[in-house]
Nanobody
Framework: QVQVVESGGGLVQAGGSLRLSCSAF??????????RGWYRQAPGKQRELVGL???????EYGDSVKGRFTVSRNDAKTTLFLQMNNLEPEDTAVYYC???????????WGQGTQVTVSS
């Protein structure tokens, strides 16, 4: 019902920057969806919050990225961005975008995009 597509991952040196993008699409015009948050999962670790924007605009960030990463979105709330600055090798992970139907709590996920930070 909701498709989520991420882009922008890649290989970068420590201290560098990357910008990820995510778009949410609905298969039915009878409802709306919005792109909501970025999460990441490193090998052998649980998926963790990177940053998200609630429908009303409130932002939340994981402790390890505060001050370095910024999440933003377009006015239609269908495209989400993640600006990552001062990247560290510990930021290496698959980054996933999530989206929701408006007024519903079910999370829809993209296929993930790999971010690799070399030291």
């Amino acid at each position: 019902q909701v498709q989520v597509v991420e882009s922008g991952g890649g290989l970068v040196q420590a201290g560098g920057s990357l910008r990820l993008s995510c778009s949410a699409f609905t298969s039915d015009d009878s409802f709306s969806a919005y792109a909501r948050g970025w999460y990441r999962q490193a090998p052998g670790k649980q998926r963790e919050l990177v940053g998200l924007i609630q429908y009303g605009g409130t932002t939340e960030y994981g402790d390890s990225v505060k001050g370095r990463f910024t999440v933003s979105r377009n006015d239609a709330k269908t495209t989400l961005f993640l600006q990552m600055n001062n990247l560290e090798p510990e930021d290496t992970a698959v980054y996933y975008c999530s989206a929701r139907r408006v007024s519903y709590a079910k999370e829809y996920w993209g296929q993930g995009t790999q971010v690799t930070v070399s030291s």
